[in-house]
């Protein structure tokens, strides 16, 4: 399977080490608007053709698949087009910035009938999916997830901090890994939903702080923090508060309340996004739905709508 990656930047590079490690899946296309930065990340991973523009892995017959690591405000209408051509789309988080940018990506998948998959990478580290199982099982019983996405940023930059082209969202991206999660992990429908956001940055231009409540139909409650003022460590934290237990992840990581590590049974080589991009390319393979497809992605985008429209007026 031939793959398309068009982004080069942190994220796209997470993507390439995480390809690199799937059989029989290679990326024969690097495609990026910085032609020094792809050629350098080019070289770096071995690949021998790049581009300045989606279009050229749109019309050329041996890429199968394309991988969208681009700024957060294109994701909708590129998804759309790679589908349009007949080719499958994994589309970094969010898929869109608007609920009607979500649906318009679901409906083109089920036109397309390609694969149409979201990165909600959450739901793929190896500690939450053991708590899925746990969950299921009836072994834990979820009563408070208490979820912590911190960052440090007085200018707009990204994860390399490399100067970003566009503006980074509180909501409609941090919010929306913890939004999803919740949801994944109750498995039930989130009842009532409110945010609070903080003062609008003005070197940002956005707000820099917010807070979300939400209670799922199962009684389970989140309570979530995301803010780039923290002055501290970097990232997120979920504590999830069970019947029978506290537990903390971190990315791939998971202990208990005492901080004890949890034997979570899983391949310890198999971080997140690696197990998240070969479930891509298995429902291609299968021909099935993957995993936070795009039409399962339209859910949690509901749920950010409406928390966006709890917003009070930001000052």
């Known amino acids: 399977m031939k793959v398309a990656l068009a982004g080069e930047g942190a994220i796209g590079r997470k993507h390439l080490d995480a390809i690199a490690q799937i059989d029989d899946v290679e990326v024969g296309l690097l495609i ?29 017959t ?43 990506v679901a409906e083109a998948a089920e036109e397309s009938g390609a694969v149409a998959m979201v990165a909600h990478t959450r739901r793929f580290n190896p500690g939450h999916r053991w708590l899925h199982r746990q969950f299921e099982s009836g072994e834990l019983v979820l009563q408070h997830l208490v979820a912590e996405t911190f960052f440090f940023r007085r200018e707009n930059i990204n994860a390399n901090g490399e100067p970003r082209t566009w503006n980074d969202h509180l909501l409609w991206h941090h919010a929306c890994h913890s939004v999803d999660l919740f949801a994944h992990q109750t498995g039930a429908p989130v009842a009532a939903v409110q945010g609070f956001a903080g003062p609008v940055s003005e070197t940002m231009g956005i707000y820099t702080d917010l807070s979300v409540s939400a209670a799922s139909e199962s009684g389970a409650l989140l309570s979530l923090a995301v803010s780039f003022n923290n ?11 069970c019947d029978k237990g506290t537990f903390i992840a971190r990315y791939d990581d998971l202990v208990d309340g005492y901080g004890n590590p949890v034997d979570t049974g899983e391949d310890a080589a198999m971080d997140g996004i ?42």
């Open 274 to 315: 690696r197990r998240q991009d070969e479930e891509f390319a298995e429902a291609i393979r299968q021909g099935r739905e993957p995993e936070s497809s795009a039409a399962q992605a339209v859910a949690t985008m509901e749920l950010l709508d409406r928390i966006e429209r709890s917003l009070p007026a930001v000052r």
């Open 32 to 60: 990026g608007k910085e032609p020094d930065a792809v050629a350098r990340v080019a070289a770096e991973y071995g690949i021998t053709e790049t581009a300045d523009d989606l279009g050229e892995a749109l019309n050329r």
């Open 62 to 104: 041996d890429i199968d698949a394309v991988i969208l690591a681009t700024p957060t405000p294109l994701h909708a209408e590129q998804a759309v087009e790679v589908l349009r051509a007949g080719k499958h789309v994994l589309v970094e988080i969010p898929v869109s910035e608007s609920l009607a940018d979500a649906r318009a």
């Open 231 to 241: 002055d501290g460590p970097l990232g997120t934290t979920f504590r999830y508060i």
